[in-house]
């Protein structure tokens, strides 16, 4: 982050958007939420990942590291009202069940919009990546099962099957094309009003990709395979989120293959991304300096080993040929190798307050430990809501908390989120950012995430606009914090 600048934001993923047609779209609530972020004295807008969203429906498991999730399409701007309601989305339970009946709907815009746009420059900017999605996802459409189990001759993409297929299929693969065209179109359009409105788009971007990914099937000797099944897979060990560690089970990069084409593989994702945010946070940074190396028949991460990662050559690659800002997720076991590495490269760190009272005086997380390049949260995506957290009843906790922010022991949970918000907005932090569910002091029930656990993420979402009478506190504080 730039030096002396000091920002406040809130995290905010299109899906929690408010809809009237399922989960949240590049639609008129965008634009909105731009307008209550400019009007509360707030300048960065924080989303998770994009990507086409595979298993569970996380944004960091994904079918591309490179195509936008189609369900982010607004409907209503390509089919009138009776089209939509005839395809009952709201009556969908799961973003799975929803991408489905989705799919269908997005046939009926391919068909309305077919030839009305000249994709030629769109598909030139992106053909590195954009027909091997094509067919990934039709083929996964037609047997219905990962890559590494479609028939021989599309496993290996056999080149006479292939042009076969493709042949067979250009309808399939200039629907899926337009959509990812419109998607862009209309992303761009809500990107330029919100860095009009002195609004940046904080994106975010998962180290590894999905095992069953178009990136890894059209790119196979970009990871360490053996058979074409991973030899290692990532995690991390025990840790604060889970006592088992987390098994992601994706495939581990052959860094000596990336090192000698110039990691292009890495440089052609943060590309992608520079065209759609103005500021990416590397999630799981630390594995730039080592990650953590399970087998592969695995059943927990506890069982793995650390391996020295690719480092400042891979760094040195992204943030010399890449125009966004970068912001390292340095959360975890953070080793002195993770902060100069992060240092060399001046790039901010994150601090979770939420952090920051199991501990001493000295606990890194506490605001009055924070450096000034760093980006600092109550907590993220991954955390229980604040009050969720407080309401939890661990009062030894809680009490520590309001010693903290010099407060009766008796006030309320209520006190303890104001006091929060208004620490991170003293503190030396350059930029704090706030979920919205903290801001609207939510329970649980509204948490996003909760790392290590398959079933039950991502579902959170708005059910109305925010109230804009919340928007004269935040001015206030960013105008007494020199936060504007």
Not at 166 to 189: A, M, R, S, T, V
Not at 260 to 279: A, G, P, T
Not at 327 to 354: M, R
Request: net charge neutral; charged share 25%; aromatic share 16%.
């Amino acid at each position: 982050m730039k030096k002396n600048i000091r920002k406040s934001g809130l995290l905010l993923h299109i899906t929690s958007l408010p809809d009237n047609y399922g989960w949240g779209k590049f639609s008129k609530e965008c634009y909105e939420f731009i307008d209550f972020l400019k009007k509360g004295g707030f300048s960065i807008w924080q989303v998770l990942p994009f990507t086409h969203s595979s298993l569970g429906a996380s944004p960091y498991s994904a079918y591309s590291s490179f195509a936008i999730n189609p369900i982010f399409l607004d409907l209503s701007e390509f089919l009138t009202i009776e089209e939509l309601n005839s395809f009952n989305l709201n009556c969908c339970n799961d973003l799975e069940e929803y991408a489905k009946v989705f799919d269908d709907a997005l046939t009926l815009v391919c068909e309305k919009c077919k030839n009305k746009y000249d994709l030629s420059d769109f598909i030139k900017k992106n053909n590195y990546w954009l027909q091997d999605y094509a067919l990934f996802i039709l083929l996964k459409k037609k047997y219905a099962c990962p890559w590494y189990d479609f028939p021989k001759e599309f496993k290996n993409r056999e080149k006479i099957a292939m042009d076969n297929f493709i042949k067979e299929n250009k309808k399939g693969i200039d629907n899926i094309i337009l959509i990812q065209y419109l998607l862009d179109l209309e992303w761009n359009k809500i990107k330029k009003y919100a860095n009009e409105n002195g609004i940046e788009i904080f994106g975010d971007i998962p180290f590894y990709t999905c095992f069953d990914s178009s990136d890894v099937w059209a790119n196979k000797q970009c990871w360490l395979l053996e058979d074409g099944k991973p030899k290692l897979v990532s995690g991390v060990p025990p840790d604060y989120f889970n006592s088992e560690g987390q098994l992601w089970g994706d495939p581990i990069y052959d860094y000596d293959y990336l090192k000698k084409h110039n990691y292009n593989f890495f440089v052609n994702r943060f590309k992608k991304l520079s065209q759609l945010f103005d500021i990416v946070r590397i999630d799981h940074f630390v594995a730039f300096s080592r990650y953590w190396a399970i087998l592969p028949n695995s059943k927990t991460a506890k069982k793995g080993k650390w391996i020295k990662g690719a480092d400042k050559e891979l760094l040195k690659a992204l943030t010399s040929k890449c125009s966004c800002k970068i912001v390292a997720e340095d959360l975890g076991i953070v080793t002195d190798d993770v902060i100069k590495l992060k240092e060399e490269f001046n790039l901010s760190g994150v601090k979770v307050l939420q952090f920051a009272f199991d501990d001493d005086y000295d606990n890194a997380y506490k605001p009055h430990n924070y450096e000034k390049n760093c980006v600092a949260y109550i907590g993220t995506h991954d955390n229980n809501t604040f009050m969720g957290l407080l309401n939890e009843g661990n009062w030894d906790k809680i009490n520590r908390f309001k010693r903290y922010f010099n407060m009766p022991l008796e006030y309320g949970n209520d006190v303890v989120v104001d006091n929060a918000i208004l620490a991170l907005y003293k503190s030396s932090a350059d930029t704090v950012i706030f979920t919205v569910q903290d801001i609207l002091k939510l329970g649980s029930d509204c948490r996003m995430n909760v790392p290590g656990v398959a079933k039950g993420n991502w579902k959170w979402q708005l059910k109305s606009g925010l109230d804009t009478n919340l928007c004269e506190k935040f001015k206030y504080y960013a105008n007494l914090y020199g936060r504007n």
